[in-house]
């Protein structure tokens, strides 16, 4: 059991971090204590054309590996900015790993031939969380991830998100079941700039994971929602599907209706991609700088509810998290099962 | 006659009869009639009334445990017993003596032997357990919930490409394997190919060619074979089919080529085999034209476009040491599927000391295959299928956790039939009417009760896979491809865990 909620606002209008605060403290009984964390867009509009680059150094301040890793980045990116995420111990929360944030590009003449800068960033993401007891936590454009092991209303206090404004905002409440409780664990997870909290398990995790080894992506974070955001972006960016067909291939139609519908495409795309079908019971906010989307498994074994007030957009795992920011809503839904919402922000347009 | 040929003619078993169920006396010698082999003899016996009737009685040399008589007695007067041994030494076990004395008394010659092979090698899927869904997540229940076990196999890019790849459609993730008209009977093949057609699965006509007659109803589900013999092989049979599997060889006969004697060549398989009739059929044990993967290349390319691309070609090999760097050299010559056959593999007839003694075991060859593809990144251009010694529904799933997208399964089709595993269909003799040709024991199989029995097989298998994959919370069979998160190994050893790439049970 997890909570999760998003808010989107398709006007991209800014709201700080209070308010998926509280939204994400009312799931409390979701949770356990054991995990909490948001990830925010648009809160570097001084850096919008760096990488945010937050890494988590297990070891403290003096560890070793912060040299390394440093060093790497010299080596690989232009470093435009560095400094130390903020943060406030709390009484629950007196200390926590070391955090530090960059604002990079990868050098044009270090990027090989026919890759892109994004590919580069994958790459240098993947290579440092391979270092070992350093973690990248995020590493998008204009957004970052704050998270840790805690109840999410202390972690947001630990990170102070309330000084950040973002357009769009996700949060996790956690309650780990089947991997450790540690600050690397907690959601969101990320590459670049698509964010996932995730309620659920992912029976496939193992399929799914040795496929993205092909295509080198590495899981370091022990746990199964990691390879949602890898899925994601391999799928968007790398082999060019839309968002609707990433979404179709991670929780598919049932081969009976695909050919019921004599639906072609459907059935070459689940063909060419079986190994990514996400298994077993989830419900997904997934986030990019384009929009967002929300997706539950093919049998709905998981609570998900979306609501509209004006331009703002809410998924939840509780109604009540929705109705404590806004009592009135427009429109309130609960999407089926397999079925993804997407918010486009390009298109200002919800399916 | 000297004692010489009194030990050669010791048999392992024998029947008893038990008079007293047996109805002889009313004229039954259904017994004797069902022996193929010539074990049941009947001695003519004058009743106190004065009627002759005939008593059938063992002759204690030629019994081979196939369970025929048993099973058709229709007053359960049979049963099959050990003969004494011929040494109680611990170290001298019955079978390397009986081996020495049949080896010594005969002219010499290499002991031959059928079906797959019988040490005592660790069985690797009997030390692997599945996972199970338990409070974090809920389980699926097949009968109330879709499961979906279809598969297809065949090459596919690396990324999106708008286009169709040819595949075969599997509704269960599992084919008959190779066994050659010739080996089999007509009846088996129909059987085998009503079956899979009727299931929506292939099956694998071995390297004896595709009999003419069951090509067009039924060539949509068959899989045809080019092998060394190139028996059969012309333009049309390899359009016949859904796909061309090239054989290199097989896990019951690593590096051996085949042998088909003369008496078996009938006109009909001659006809289909393209051999004249009443001469050996030879399949020489490499290819003459493969010697190095190049040109496996080249006739994996001269067979796509003789098919003009249409279908994918498989190649199988038998599981030897080096299994993952061929299965790599496989994918990059062109294939697009791989069959990989573990030593347990079944035969008709194959040398013993090679059945029991070369390849490795599926289980790690299948493994160590996924693995290596997986690492060069070019598992999607492969399928892979793993057989020999797949032995129940559970031994298929667990493969393919390791990483096979389907497996074959040939022993277990020979045993739905009827089949004893007494070892001995290279002797045309089979008394279930399976591996023979002969007239009288080949209609022994009914077409459609064989057909029948074989889709009871793949429904309850896949039934059974169904509960399987319920019980740890999956609904989709791709997403048990190689998801060996979901094993865990009991009582196997480090080196052995790295291999199968799966953890000890309780970590
Ligand atoms: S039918 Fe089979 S089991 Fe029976 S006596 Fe003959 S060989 Fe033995
Ligand atoms: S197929 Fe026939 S000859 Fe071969 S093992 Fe089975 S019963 Fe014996």
Redesign the pocket.
Known sequence: MCGIVGIINTDRIKIDGSYIREAIRIQNERGNGLGGGFAAYGIYPGHKDNYAVHIMYQGGKHSEIIKTVEAFLELRTKVHHSDEIPIFPTSTIPSGPYFKRYFVNPLKEQIPVGQSEDDAMVDIVMAINTMGDAYVISSGKDMGVFKGVGFPEDIADFFRIQDYKGYMWIAHNRFPTNTPGWWGGAHPFTILDKAVVHNGEITSYGTNKRWLEMFGYFCMLQTDTEVLSYIFDKLTRKDGLSVEDACFVMAPSLWEDIEYEKAEKKKLLRQLYGQVIVNGPFGIVLTHSGGAIVLNDRNKLRPVVCARVGSTYYASSEECSIRLLSPKVDALWSPRGGEAVIVDLAKEEVQ | MSMKNNWKTIPPFHPEIDYARCDYKNGCTICAHECSWGEISLKPEKLDNGTMVYKPGANLTSCGS?QRCVKMCPYSAIHIVNSPMYTSHGYWTPDYVGNIVKQASSEGGVLMV??GATGPQRRYFDHIMFDACQVTNPSIDPLREPMEIRTYLGRRPSKWDGEQYPLLKLEVPIMFGAMSFGALNLRVHEAEAKATSEVGTYWNTGEGGFHISLRESYGANTIVQVASGRFGVSEDYLKSAAAVEIKIGQGAKPGIGGHLPGEKVSREISETRMVPEGSDALSPAPHHDIYSIEDLRQLIYAIKETIEYKVPISVKIAAVHNVAAIASGIARAGADIIAIDGFRGGTGATPLQIRQNSGIPIELAIAAADERLRQEGIRNQVSLVASGGIQCSSDVLKAICLGADAVYVATPV?IALG???????FTGK???G??TNKPGLAERIDVDEAAWALKNLLHAWAEEIEELMGSMGINAIEAMRGNRDRLRGVGLNEEELRILGIKHAGA
Not at chain 2, 419 to 425: L, N, S, V
Request: with cysteine; net charge positive.
């Open positions: 196939c059928g079906n020979l089949c004893g595993m007494c070892q001995r269909c089979c008394a279930y399976i591996t």
